[in-house]
């Protein structure tokens, strides 16, 4: 498994991670919702600027002022040259900020598997 920042192989930008080689990858990622007990959450990916219906869980918000946090996982056979791009979906009804501070952060990972 080669982890996408060990030796920087991955292009890393604020539109997504690139992936370098065609091959099966293990992408995980959260998203971490602040505090809010209205509506859901989910987390889920988008390849090459559309959406993939893979694996996203849909959760009910937390309540008692934690953070929510919606987590994707699932293991993609992707082209080379792939954008792969975390994304938050929640229904609060109003604008509400993802947290960054530990221990409920936002991330996205992006490990080769395997090549094809």
């Known amino acids: 498994m080669t982890e996408y920042n060990s ?3 991955y292009i890393v ?3 997504g991670i690139t992936v370098p ?3 099966i990858y ?3 990622g959260r998203v971490a919702f602040a505090s809010n007990s ?3 959450r989910s987390a889920g990916v988008f390849i090459n600027g559309s959406y ?6 849909r959760l009910i918000a937390n309540s008692g002022g934690y953070a929510t946090t919606a987590d994707y996982n699932d293991t993609l056979s992707l082209a080379a040259g ?3 791009t975390l994304s938050g979906f929640q229904d609060s009804g109003s604008s509400l900020s993802t ?3 530990a221990p409920d952060v936002s991330f996205l990972t992006v490990s080769l598997v395997s090549y094809v």
Not at 52 to 57: E, K, L, N, P, V
């Open 13 to 15: 930008a604020t539109a």
């Open 26 to 28: 293990r992408i995980t």
């Open 82 to 84: 792939a954008v792969i």
């Open 21 to 23: 080689v065609a091959g």
């Open 52 to 57: 993939y219906t893979g694996s996203q869980s």
């Open 7 to 9: 030796s920087s192989i």
């Open 38 to 40: 209205t509506g859901t």
């Open 99 to 101: 947290v960054a501070t």
